[in-house]
């Protein structure tokens, strides 16, 4: 099956500085990768998601890049703000059903004003 | 459009009692699942229902775990005899289904099971 790792576990910024969140994925029929942002006490929540005929992806200040050929993903996070802080998931979704996702460990970011 | 509701939002009980969480997803949505998240992982998938028919339970852990869609809108999973290693937020999530690029899947808030 499926398993996706996520790195780095927490990563701590400055705010205004980018942040960069990496995942590799180990089944090549994945086609579907979305980002899941979680809060405390919030189930998590679509920031941005990319499918795998396309390279990159951009919205505002997010943006997601992806190489099949390496079987990775990594989502960039540029001019981060404190309401940035929370846990961040990848996610791995082979073609036969996009919901069925294989998700990383997630990464905790906090932004330090 | 309202979001996908759950209850209970905690619930603490004893090991090898019952428990069952509630889910009511967004008008439309033909998928929905059942996700599991223990403390400081990534959320893992348990069953997928598509309208009221189980697509996929390979992961639900059958001997203890149950889980059902009636009238393919409301969902309930149910743990019976509860063991420590249950305790995790149960999320439910719901999508339209199928392969487009207008698929988004929607989770609740989540149900926080703590198993003494």
């Known amino acids: 099956g499926e398993n996706v790792e996520q790195h780095p576990s927490t990563l701590s910024v400055q705010e205004g500085d980018s942040a960069v969140i990496k995942c590799t994925y180990s089944?090549?029929?994945?086609?579907?990768f979305p980002w899941y942002k979680q809060e405390l006490g919030k189930g998590p929540q679509l920031i941005i998601d990319i499918r795998s005929n396309v390279g990159e992806k951009k919205d505002q200040r997010i943006a997601v890049t992806l190489n099949k050929t390496a079987k990775h993903f990594s989502l960039h996070i540029t001019e981060t703000q404190p309401e940035d802080s929370a846990v961040y998931f990848c996610?791995?979704?082979?073609?036969?059903?996009?919901?069925?996702?294989?998700f990383g460990a997630g990464t905790q970011v906090v932004v330090t004003p | 459009e309202a979001g996908v509701a759950q209850s209970p939002r905690y619930k603490i009980i004893e090991k090898r009692q019952s428990v069952a969480f509630w889910c009511n997803p967004i008008?439309?949505?033909?998928?929905l699942y059942w996700y599991q998240q223990i403390l400081g992982q990534g959320p893992k998938l348990l069953i997928q229902?598509?309208?009221?028919?189980?697509?996929?339970d390979s992961q639900l852990p059958k001997d203890r775990f149950s889980a059902e869609r009636l009238k393919g809108v409301d969902s309930t999973l149910k743990i019976q005899p509860a063991k420590l290693e249950d305790s995790a937020v149960y999320l439910c999530a719901g999508g339209t289904g199928g392969l487009s690029g207008a698929n988004v899947l929607t989770f609740g808030a989540g149900s926080r099971l703590t198993v003494l």
């Open positions: 008008s439309g949505h033909a998928t």
């Open positions: 089944d090549s029929a994945s086609n579907y």
């Open positions: 229902f598509q309208n009221n028919g189980v697509v996929d």
């Open positions: 996610a791995a979704s082979p073609g036969d059903s996009w919901g069925k996702l294989q």
